[in-house]
């Protein structure tokens, strides 16, 4: 009888259409730390690396694996030879001055955007994460937690879900095990889930509770201000025993955005398309006569402070993409730089 991890990677090799391959050199990277990887295979876990040309060859960041990849090994099983092509990847903006990219987590069917029912619930910056999701290819669940601490969580749940028109939200209590079936459709076979959320919104709790057993550390949030602390410091994906994936993260103080273009017209759709009702079509909605915008904001249609975070992010998504159009045009030099040198050297 197939035991539910060989099922989960013979499908995945079916998937992957690449039958000259054996299933010990397929392997899922489950952690990243250090530029070593803790990587999945069929019968074990195995710590790898990249080799020298792999990490030469990568034009950036984002061609390096990422947990949640599915990798192909050499023969002792101790070298990722090859990344295979990714279906979705949930990326941010690096902190610090550089645009760069870190991917957070790749091949996601679907991402839990975690916020705690208490005063830190924020949703300028759940709309962050939206907006990351959106751009992902993941679909996004907004999971609203610690409803046994909530006397008020189906008001609060619906103030949410009238922000965020259209994305599903659920509570939940990872105590009282409260609203945790309905994460059951998201958590089938060969499905992969990412947690991501602010510390102390119950990432590592959830996590402990889907997999039955407390793999990961907790803290209480601090006094005071309900924020958390952070306990996750890594990225980590498990195997749950029905042979869904579970990704948690740490907790991100910093919500940087990489891209959100397509993002930002999902999110924000109410809104451009009433732009689109405008006299004129460049209208900055910032008192020109004919603003359809404007008009909508002294109905009561739509919310001034809305409008303002739109416009923040778009100026904020703007200015990231000019940043990083001119670091890859830097990179994409410096590797061919490389490369003639190579060249010479032979």
Known sequence: MKTIRTQL??????????????????????????????VMTQSDDLLCKISGKFRFEAVSREGLPAVGD????????????????????????????????????????????????????NIGRIERYLLLCWESGANPVVVLTKADACTNAAEKRKAVED????????????????????????????????????SGVG?????????????????????GDDKGRHTTTHRELFLLGNGASLIDTPGMREIQLW????????????????????????????GEPGCRIK????????????LNHYHKLQREIAYTERRGNKRLESLERKKWKNIGKQRKLK
């Not at 079916?14 to 530029?35: D, I, N, P, Y």
């Not at 645009?99 to 790749?106: L, P, R, T, V």
């Not at 990432?203 to 006094?223: C, H, W, Y």
């Open 70 to 121: 599915w990798v192909s090994l050499n023969e002792e099983g101790n070298i990722i030879e090859r990344v295979f092509p990714r279906n979705s990847k949930f990326s941010r903006k690096k902190a610090g001055l550089e645009a760069e990219e870190q991917i957070i987590a790749a091949n996601i069917d679907t991402i839990f955007i975690l916020s705690s029912l208490n005063d830190d619930l």
């Open 295 to 306: 008009e909508a904001i002294l109905a009561g249609e739509l919310d001034h402070n809305r």
């Open 9 to 38: 990677f013979e499908n995945k090799l079916e998937s992957l259409g690449e039958g000259q391959l054996s299933l010990t050199r397929l392997g899922r990277v489950v952690t990243e730390q250090k530029g070593a990887y803790r």
């Open 163 to 198: 922000k965020l028109f259209g994305v599903k939200v659920l509570t939940i209590s990872s105590i009282t095990k409260e609203g945790i079936e309905q994460l059951n459709p998201y958590l089938e076979m060969g499905k992969t889930v990412a947690l991501v959320g602010s």
């Open 203 to 223: 990432k590592s709790t959830l996590t402990n509770l889907l997999i039955e057993a407390d793999v990961q550390k907790t803290k209480e949030v601090r006094g």
């Open 259 to 286: 891209q959100g273009q397509d993002g930002l017209s999902a999110q924000f759709g109410d809104i451009e398309e009433l732009g689109l009702s405008c006299r004129f079509n460049d209208c900055s909605h910032d």
